[in-house]
C-alpha cells in the first residue's frame, strides 16, 4: 500500500501531475481542493483579513480522516497538498503516521516552477473549476507566495524533485512511477 504525497506551490501543477498518476497507476486521486468546498461552507469568510484558524483544523481533520479509513482499506492513494513548511510538518507527520501505521509506504514528491510560472498559470481557465476553491486570482497568490514557505521541502528522505515548468505532467508522472517503482 503506497501514498503519494504530492506537494507544492498553487499552480504548480499538483492535481494535474496527480491526475496522470492515477491514470498510469490505478491508484485514487485525493486532492487535496475536494476538502475545500466542506470548509468553505462552515467558514465562508476563512481567508484574507478575517482568517479563521478553525477552518484549516477543519481542512487538516477532513484530509487525515478521509486518509486515515483509505489506509485502512489498503488503498494506494495520491495526495496533494500546498505545503507552507514548518507550520505543516505536524499535519504532515499525522498522515505519514496513517500510512505506516498500517504497512504502508510513503513517497514524497515536491513540485515546484519559477514564481513568474506560478502567476502565468493561476488564472487559467482549467483552474477554473466551479465549487473547487483553487486559488485564480495573481495578487493572492503573490500574497501567498510573501508570506509563507512555500519552497520548503518535506522532512523526509528520498524526495522527487520536478521542475514543471521544464517538464510536461505526463513525463512527471512517468518519472515518478519508475524513480519509486511503482506497479
Known sequence: MNL???YGPPAVGKTTV????????????FHNHLTVPAAKALFPDSHGPHYDKRYTNL????????????????LDVIFTLAYSGAVDDSFVEQIVHCYTSKGGDVHFVELHAPQETLLRRVNRPS????????????????QV???????????????V??????????????HIIEHFNLR
Open 4 to 6: 503519494l504525497f504530492i
Open 18 to 29: 496527480g491526475r496522470e498518476l492515477a491514470d498510469l497507476t490505478g491508484y485514487k486521486l
Open 59 to 74: 481542512l487538516h481533520k477532513l484530509r487525515l480522516d478521509a486518509l486515515s479509513v483509505a489506509a485502512e482499506a489498503g
Open 127 to 142: 483552474r477554473i473549476v466551479l465549487g473547487m476553491g483553487k486559488m485564480t486570482d495573481p495578487n493572492h497568490l503573490q
Open 145 to 159: 507566495l510573501d508570506g509563507r514557505d512555500m519552497s520548503a521541502s518535506v522532512k523526509y528522505p528520498d524526495i
Open 161 to 174: 524533485k520536478i521542475d514543471t515548468s521544464q517538464t510536461e505532467p505526463q513525463t512527471a508522472a512517468q
